[in-house]
C-alpha cells in the first residue's frame, strides 16, 4: 500500500500570493501522480497529471513537479478561484489520495 | 463527452447493504476498455479509492474492503454497481463513481459523477 502525505495540512494566503503544497509516496511511484481540487459539494477535480502535464482548460497559474517520491504542486498567483482543498494521488500502484491541504484566504 | 451519475438510497440501517447504481450517460460503458471506479469520501476527511470494474466484469478491489465488496456491471443498461455490505457508521460517506483519463490502471479520474452522500444509521 503506497500512503500520501500531503503537508501542510491547512494554509492562509492572499490573493497575489505563490503558494507551494507537497505530497509525499511511502514509496517511489516514478511520475504517476495527480492533483486535484475540491470544493465543498463538488467531487474532485483534475489538474494536472503524470506529475507536470496540465489537465485541457487548468489555468497556467497551477503547475507541478517532482518524481519518485517528493512531488509539489505550485499556484504562481492566487486568484479568488483557487480557495478550495487540493489531493495528490498516486497511481502507480492503483490509487491512493494525500490527506488533503485546504488553502483558505488570510 | 460521458457523464456519470451515482443513484441508490441515502440511509442504510447497520449491518445491512449499501447498493449503488452509476449510469454512464452520452457514452457506451463497453468502449475503451476503461476501469470504471468507486471512490468514496467519510465526512470532512480524504478520499479513498474503494475498487474498479470493467465492461468485462474483470473486478479489483481494495485490500481494506475486499471481503465486504461486490461490483457488477450491466452492459445493457449502461450501468455498474457497488455492494457493500456488513455496514457500519465508519462506511458514512459521499460515494462517487469515476473513470481514468485512459483504459489504464496506470491513469488519473478525470470524469467524476456528482456524488451521493450515504448514511448508516439505524
Known amino acids: 500500500d503506497v500512503q500520501m502525505t500531503q503537508s501542510p495540512s491547512a494554509l492562509s494566503a492572499s490573493l497575489g500570493d505563490r503558494v507551494t503544497i507537497t505530497c509525499r509516496a511511502s514509496?517511489?511511484?516514478?511520475?504517476?501522480l495527480a492533483w486535484y481540487q475540491q470544493k465543498p459539494g463538488t467531487a474532485p477535480k483534475l489538474l494536472i497529471y503524470?506529475?507536470?502535464s496540465l489537465e485541457t482548460g487548468v489555468p497556467s497559474r497551477f503547475s507541478g513537479s517532482g518524481s519518485g517520491t517528493e512531488f509539489t504542486l505550485t499556484i504562481s498567483s492566487l486568484q479568488p478561484d483557487d480557495f478550495a482543498t487540493y489531493y495528490c494521488q498516486q497511481y502507480d500502484s492503483y490509487w491512493t489520495f494525500g490527506q488533503g491541504t485546504k488553502v483558505e484566504i488570510k | 463527452q460521458i457523464q456519470l451519475q451515482e443513484s441508490g438510497p441515502g440511509l442504510v440501517r447497520p449491518s445491512q447493504t449499501l447498493s449503488l447504481t452509476c449510469t454512464v450517460s452520452d457514452g457506451s460503458i463497453s468502449s475503451g476498455g476503461y476501469y470504471w471506479s468507486w471512490i468514496r469520501q467519510h465526512p470532512e476527511k480524504g478520499l479513498e479509492w474503494i475498487g474498479y470494474i470493467s465492461y468485462l466484469g474483470n473486478t479489483y478491489y481494495n485490500p481494506s474492503l475486499k471481503t465486504r465488496i461486490n461490483m457488477s456491471v450491466d452492459t445493457s443498461k449502461n450501468q455498474f454497481s457497488l455492494n457493500l455490505n456488513s455496514v457500519t457508521a465508519a462506511d458514512t460517506a459521499v460515494y462517487y463513481c469515476?473513470?481514468?483519463?485512459?483504459?489504464?490502471?496506470?491513469?488519473?479520474?478525470?470524469?467524476w459523477g456528482q456524488g451521493t452522500m450515504v448514511t448508516v444509521s439505524s
Open positions: 514509496q517511489s511511484v516514478g511520475r504517476w
Open positions: 503524470e506529475a507536470s
Open positions: 469515476a473513470r481514468p483519463m485512459a483504459a489504464s490502471t496506470k491513469d488519473a479520474f478525470d470524469m
